[in-house]
């Protein structure tokens, strides 16, 4: 009888490392898609002369669209579950970057990166993943939200330099065909990967042992959760964070250009930055389940401003060592608030609708990053700098802090 019950829990282990292991690849490859467009924002500018404000739309509607469409998203999941969404999301990032290789107009790329791609990586998002992970993984939720965030930087870190080598090579359309027969080969594998507990709404028999008190849902709903400060108070916190990264990260690259950088030069420093993205999400993630959400997500906050600072301080191409220092420090805490955000999300609001809670809450972060984005590229237009763009970042990440910490006790039910 006991080696029965030990053979369950071992098999519902590795079952939840599986699920994490799937949630981290498909959110890997995703990432990777959607910042691509920090390297085509380069090419568009030079194949079709539009200006930084302009080439940037794209990006702004993207971030609207992700953060708009939320909602949608998390309320999908809780019904459906994550391998519907995964297989619909392959299938529109597909469509998008097949549409994007033949695009001519400025409005085609907006439709294509911004609605229809985007609408297709929400689809391989956190608030896809985050609910399930959060049912499996009870005593250790901000380790293994921090692991399935760290995706991110992964992404990132990967396609910043490959994008530009190909299309160096074999130039930017032919780049997007090639991006969308990885996508197409991708998607199945994956969502067979979740074809077991497709909602989750069971906890692993691996975490039966856990406290009574945090396996029964306390039963948030939306509109209960939207009347307490903290709802806002995470609101706010997503919408500063996303100011604060995207003054900065879409025009990393045309910024260092612009001060005489080499181009694949930059892009291979800025995806090694990114890449430390990856123990820097993973180590935050994981200290917030013993230092404390807040704190863990105000150090991360604090090595962001000191990456800005030493962008603020780059004048020259010859200044190699602050362009590693800003992208070092920079990308070791990109997305490393996001377990620590997400996992205290989950805290304050646990029960079956939190990933249409989450999803709510995550129009903050798309409407930061939308406006981030936009504007640094018409703050350049204007002054032919950034340097006001990476000061308003520092600003926003300041905000940040200040929201997070005032999330220290629970709500009142």
């Known amino acids: 009888m006991s080696t029965s019950v030990s053979d369950t829990g071992r098999t519902a282990a590795g079952h939840s490392w599986l699920l994490l292991f799937g949630a981290f690849t498909a959110f890997t490859i995703s990432a990777g898609i959607m ?25 702004s509607v993207s971030q609207l669209v992700a953060g708009g469409s939320a909602p949608l998203v998390g309320s999908l999941v809780d019904r459906l579950g994550p391998r519907r969404l995964l297989l619909l ?21 907006i439709f294509l990166y911004g609605i229809v791609m985007t609408l297709g990586a929400n689809c391989l998002g956190l608030v896809v993943f985050v609910p399930i992970l959060s049912r499996q993984f009870v005593r250790r939720r901000g380790m293994a939200i921090s692991i399935v965030q760290s995706a991110n930087g992964f992404g990132r870190a990967i396609s910043a330099p490959l994008i530009q080598f190909l299309i160096s090579g074999i130039g ?19 969502a067979i990967l979740f074809r077991r507990g497709d909602r989750g709404s069971a906890t692993p028999a691996a975490h039966a042992g856990a406290a009574p008190a945090l396996l029964r849902p306390l039963g948030w709903t939306l509109g209960a959760a939207a009347r307490t400060r903290h709802f806002w108070l995470l609101f706010a916190v997503y919408l ?41 999400t993973i180590v935050t993630g994981t200290i917030s389940d013993y230092i404390g959400r807040e ?36 990308g070791l805490t990109w997305g490393a608030r996001g377990p620590a955000i997400t ?35 018409f703050i350049f237009d204007l002054s032919g700098s950034y340097r006001l763009a990476f000061i308003l970042s520092i600003a926003s990440y300041l905000c940040g802090c200040i929201a997070f910490w005032s999330l220290r006790r629970p709500p009142a039910r």
């Not at 609001?349 to 990053?369: E, W």
């Open 35 to 59: 910042s691509a467009y920090t390297v085509y924002l380069v090419a568009f500018i030079e194949a079709f002369a539009w200006s930084r404000a302009e080439t940037s739309i794209a990006y």
């Open 89 to 109: 999301g392959g299938a529109l990032l597909v469509l998008g970057l097949v549409g994007s290789a033949f695009i001519h107009a400025l409005w085609q790329v």
């Open 172 to 190: 930017w359309r032919t780049t997007y065909l090639a991006q969308a027969a990885f996508m197409a080969a991708a998607v199945l594998p994956l």
């Open 240 to 280: 500063f964070t996303g100011l604060g990264s995207f003054f900065v990260s879409l025009h990393q690259l045309a910024f260092a250009v612009n001060v005489g950088f080499d181009k694949l030069y930059a892009a291979s420093v800025l995806g090694i930055g990114a890449l430390l993205a990856v123990p820097g």
């Open 295 to 330: 704190l863990a997500a105000i150090l991360a906050y604090g090595f962001s401003i000191v990456g800005v600072i030493c962008a603020l301080l780059i004048t020259s191409p010859d200044q190699h060592l602050l362009l590693w220092l800003h992208a070092c420090f920079f």
């Open 343 to 377: 996992a205290k999300t989950a805290d304050l609001f646990p029960g079956p609708r939190l990933g249409t809670i989450l999803g709510v809450i995550t129009i903050g972060s798309g409407l930061g990053a939308a406006i981030g984005s936009w504007a640094a590229g």
